[in-house]
């Protein structure tokens, strides 16, 4: 099973920029597609971006299409998330999460929590206006 472990998150001003970074250990990275998700507080979790196995697919979710871009670099067992133009609702703990799903892995387009199976710890990431 693996293991994930989020870095990166912080207190940035609104405009600004943030990459997140989640490294996997325990499995064979390659094997498994990743997600990021949020969840502010009072709010449900919700996804912000899956990735395939090679990273040649993505999904974003509508209110960050154009301002986050998820990569991963399997050669590193990391999945990143490029965060610009950051905006106070942006404000949130940020979790990747990982899941063995083949159609997750060949589309990149899993955007449900259902649908992974390991989660990290999450990362703070805090937006001023």
């Known amino acids: 099973q693996v293991q994930l472990v989020e870095s990166g998150g912080g207190l940035v001003q609104a405009g600004g920029s943030l990459r997140l970074s989640c490294a996997a250990s325990?499995?064979?990275?390659?094997?498994?597609?990743m997600g990021w998700f949020r969840q502010a507080p009072g709010k449900e979790r919700e996804s912000v971006a899956a990735?395939?196995?090679?990273?040649?697919?993505?999904r974003y979710a509508d209110s960050v299409e154009g301002r986050i871009t998820i990569s991963r670099d399997n050669t590193r067992n990391t999945v990143y998330l490029q965060m610009n133009n950051l905006k106070p609702e942006d404000t949130a703990v940020y979790y990747c999460?990982?899941?063995?799903?083949?159609?997750?892995?060949?589309?990149?387009?899993?955007?449900?929590?259902?649908?992974?199976?390991?989660w990290g710890q999450g990362t703070q990431v805090t937006v001023s206006s």
């Open positions: 999460a990982s899941t063995l799903r083949r159609s997750c892995g060949v589309w990149g387009d899993c955007d449900s929590g259902i649908d992974y199976d390991n």
């Open positions: 325990g499995g064979t990275f390659s094997n498994y597609a």
């Open positions: 990735v395939s196995w090679s990273g040649a697919r993505t």
